[in-house]
């Protein structure tokens, strides 16, 4: 059964669950994880609906910014709790830094996960 964790974590077309969301698979090519197909390849679902579309996932990527910087905290403090506060905050710096091309690619995903369906019609083969 495939629905929208697949399509975020596989970076496939919400709509159909075949066709590459993202040029690259890799997403530390720091030249190109952030370059988008404009549409599907196998649906022709087009990812970018209208202008200013994106906007809604920095509130995505935000949150999930929060989540990990949350987590560095916590686990900083459990196994090292006499830490120094600069530590905290270069540790969280570095954690930020390092998800930055995850935070980028998944905030999309999910964002363009909320407004578009699977139609199982469309993952069939044409031809």
Same mark, same amino acid.
């Given at each position: 059964? !495939? #629905?929208?964790?697949?399509?975020?974590? !596989?970076?496939?077309?919400?709509?159909?669950?075949?066709?590459?969301?993202? *040029?690259?698979? @890799?997403?530390?090519? +720091?030249? @190109?994880?952030?370059?988008?197909?404009?549409?599907?390849?196998?649906? #022709?679902?087009?990812?970018?609906? &209208?202008?200013?579309?994106?906007? #809604?996932?920095?509130? *995505?990527? $935000?949150?999930?910014? *929060?989540?990990?910087?949350?987590?560095?905290?916590?686990?900083? $403090?459990?196994? $090292?709790?006499?830490?120094?506060?600069? =530590? $905290?905050?270069?540790?969280?710096? =570095?954690? *930020?830094? #390092? +998800?930055?091309?995850?935070?980028?690619?998944?905030?999309? +995903?999910?964002?363009?996960?909320?407004?578009? &369906?699977?139609?199982?019609?469309k993952n069939k083969d044409h031809g």
């Open positions: 059964m !495939k #629905g929208k964790m697949y399509s975020i974590l !596989k970076s496939k077309c919400p709509v159909c669950h075949r066709g590459d969301v993202y *040029v690259t698979k @890799n997403i530390y090519d +720091l030249r @190109n994880f952030d370059k988008m197909h404009e549409r599907c390849s196998h649906c #022709g679902h087009k990812y970018e609906i &209208e202008n200013g579309y994106w906007y #809604g996932a920095m509130y *995505v990527s $935000y949150g999930l910014t *929060v989540a990990a910087s949350v987590a560095t905290f916590l686990i900083t $403090y459990w196994t $090292y709790p006499q830490a120094d506060a600069w =530590l $905290y905050v270069g540790l969280i710096a =570095l954690v *930020v830094l #390092g +998800l930055a091309p995850f935070t980028f690619r998944f905030s999309r +995903l999910i964002w363009m996960n909320l407004f578009a &369906e699977y139609d199982p019609e």
